[in-house]
Nanobody, 118 residues
Framework: QVQLVESGGGLVQPGGSLRLSCVCTSRMFSSRAMAWYRQAGGQQRGLVATIAYDGSTTYADSVKGRFTISRDDAKKTVYLQMDDLKPEDTAVYYC????????????WGQGTQVTVSS
């Protein structure tokens, strides 16, 4: 069973930065896209950023220019560099492999909490 382990969250002031990491145990890691999602209290989980197997990326409009997704296939790890954080970025962040038809491929990990507050 594939496991997803997110880390790197914490409490940060507005304008600050955090770098999230996610280790994925899938044997297919290097040949599949990976994505970061987030879920704020009382809201549905939403897509934040994706990175294809070839390194091409996409971002939600709300994070463009502030967040950067990257991957290290040798470490089976995907990263999310978050800069200029805003209170509205507060959420639990998750990683997964997106399905082409929508949704995510694997069972969700525990996520990592990001709180942006002064």
């Amino acid at each position: 069973q594939v496991q997803l382990v997110e880390s790197g969250g914490g409490l940060v002031q507005p304008g600050g930065s955090l770098r999230l990491s996610c280790v994925c145990t899938s044997r297919m890691f290097s040949s599949r896209a990976m994505a970061w999602y987030r879920q704020a209290g009382g809201q549905q989980r939403g897509l934040v950023a994706t990175i294809a197997y070839d390194g091409s990326t996409t971002y939600a409009d709300s994070v463009k220019g502030r967040f950067t997704i990257s991957r290290d296939d040798a470490k089976k790890t995907v990263y999310l560099q978050m800069d200029d954080l805003k209170p509205e970025d507060t959420a639990v962040y998750y990683c997964n492999t997106p399905r082409p038809e929508g949704g995510a491929r694997y069972n969700w990990g525990q996520g990592t909490q990001v709180t942006v507050s002064s």
